[in-house]
């Protein structure tokens, strides 16, 4: 069974989100603050982002946002945070939230957080971490991108087996469970240094 003390979240932050995922959001921030889980997210208060820290705070928890310089202003960074850590690049963030976080959660999102889940489950895929990945397919949200994986062990691209370095997932009830039952991690991040 895995120790999870840490806990990043990939998400969008976009305002223009289908209700429904901005009220996901806020109700997996409250499970994960309620867990006495600390929360490593993008650093925002908009979107998903905002609403999974608020979530978080709300339940008294611990959240940390990590963002790099150029876009402090731009997402507009969360001010009642715990820790706002505002670093020098993209590559700098995301090797900071994996290198804090015991497991990972993806709710729906654009473009960086595809390019978040992509890289955290190649690195995964090349050994440099065992960390438990978990989509949340929300409304069918990520049911393309599955359809995609199994392509691409079908066309013989991916090895069928790397098709279960993520889990998939429909509720927000099931996000803590699930990282709960999946094996200790038996390595620290070892990501290449960008």
Avoid at 59 to 84: C, F, K, M, Q
Avoid at 110 to 123: A, K, N, P, R, S
Avoid at 183 to 193: A, C, F, G, N, V
Wanted: glycine letters at 10%; hydrophobic letters at 45%.
């Amino acid at each position: 069974m895995a120790e999870v003390r840490s806990l990043c979240v990939y998400c969008g932050s976009s305002n223009r989100a289908a209700h429904s995922y901005l009220e996901a959001a806020f109700a997996l921030g409250r499970l994960i603050g309620r867990a006495g889980i600390e929360l490593i997210y993008g650093g925002g208060r908009i979107g998903l982002m905002g609403r999974v820290a608020d979530g978080a705070l709300v339940e008294g928890g611990r959240v940390t946002g990590i963002i790099p310089a150029y876009l402090h202003d731009r997402e507009v960074a969360h001010p009642a945070i715990s820790e706002l850590l505002v670093v020098g690049s993209m590559h700098e963030r995301k090797q900071l939230m994996a290198e804090r976080s015991d497991g990972f959660l993806v709710l729906p999102g654009g473009f960086g957080t595809l390019d978040e889940l992509f890289e955290i489950v190649t690195w995964r895929q090349l050994g440099l971490h065992d960390k438990p990945i978990v989509v949340i397919d929300l409304d069918g949200y990520w049911r393309p991108l599955a359809a995609l994986f199994e392509r691409m062990a079908t066309e013989r691209f991916i090895e069928r087996g790397e098709l279960q370095l993520i889990e998939w997932i429909e509720r927000i009830e099931d996000a803590l469970p699930t990282l709960a039952a999946a094996p200790s991690s038996q390595h620290r991040l070892e990501s290449p240094r960008l």
